[in-house]
T-cell receptor, first 114, second 114 residues
Framework: AQSVSQHNHHVILSEAASLELGCNYS??????LFWYVQYPGQHLQLLLK??????LVKGIKGFEAEFIKSKFSFNLRKPSVQWSDTAEYFC????????????FGTGTRLLVSP | EAQVTQNPRYLITVTGKKLTVTCSQN?????MSWYRQDPGLGLRQIYY???????DKGDVPEGYKVSRKEKRNFPLILESPSPNQTSLYFC?????????????FGPGTRLTVL
């Protein structure tokens, strides 16, 4: 069965710092990868997704992620974070089933101090 | 406005008292799903539905029931809640059942079982 690992459970940054959150998945076949964000007290929203084409994917709010197949990774990046980026970030994957079956990582809590 | 709604948003109950959490979407989506979110475990799928009258177990279905009698509604039923079902519950829907489709999440229901 596929699984998703997010190694950073808590990240604390100052405003304007660069962000990279790690995501690794375990599945040898074709995968579709997602990053969701959950702002405090809110529901999950899609940041970006990858299922084919350019491995560098741009999402909303200045986020991007790079799919590196050889490393089974889909790391999330942002060059300069803002206080409003404080949230929990979830990496998720659908793989091999041909239909919707999102498997989530455990999440990374990001705190951005002003 | 396109959205997924859940009711109630907060619920405190006692062990063994049957409860239902409603979920409704106004986007005519085929696929609907329930997740529970627990600290350190991320989101785990409870049940999902590919269409009306088509439901199946996710990863953690024990203690839960669902039904899909109408396309827009997908209630989650706890026949005899127990304290280990204290959690944050999210309903989600997507237009189709393809593994590249984006899931849209409801605002969450925080359940406490005493």
């Amino acid at each position: 069965a596929q699984s998703v690992s997010q190694h950073n459970h808590h990240v604390i940054l100052s405003e304007a710092a660069s962000l990279e959150l790690g995501c690794n998945y375990s599945y040898g076949g074709t995968v579709n990868l997602f990053w969701y964000v959950q702002y405090p007290g809110q529901h999950l929203q899609l940041l970006l997704k990858y299922f084919s084409g350019d491995p560098l994917v741009k999402g909303i709010k200045g986020f991007e992620a790079e799919f590196i197949k050889s490393k089974f990774s889909f790391n999330l990046r942002k060059p300069s974070v803002q206080w409003s980026d404080t949230a929990e970030y979830f990496c998720a994957v659908t793989a091999g089933t041909g239909f919707q079956k999102l498997v989530f990582g455990t999440g990374t809590r990001l705190l951005v101090s002003p | 406005e396109a959205q997924v709604t859940q009711n109630p948003r907060y619920l405190i109950t006692v062990t063994g008292k049957k409860l239902t959490v409603t979920c409704s979407q106004n986007m005519n989506h085929e696929y609907m799903s329930w997740y529970r979110q627990d600290p350190g475990l991320g989101l785990r799928q409870i049940y999902y539905s590919m269409n009306v009258e088509v439901t199946d177990k996710g990863d953690v279905p024990e203690g839960y029931k669902v039904s899909r009698k109408e396309k827009r509604n997908f209630p989650l039923i706890l026949e005899s809640p127990s304290p280990n079902q204290t959690s944050l519950y999210f309903c989600a829907s997507s237009e189709g059942t393809a593994d590249t489709d984006t899931q849209y999440f409801g605002p969450g229901t925080r359940l406490t079982v005493l």
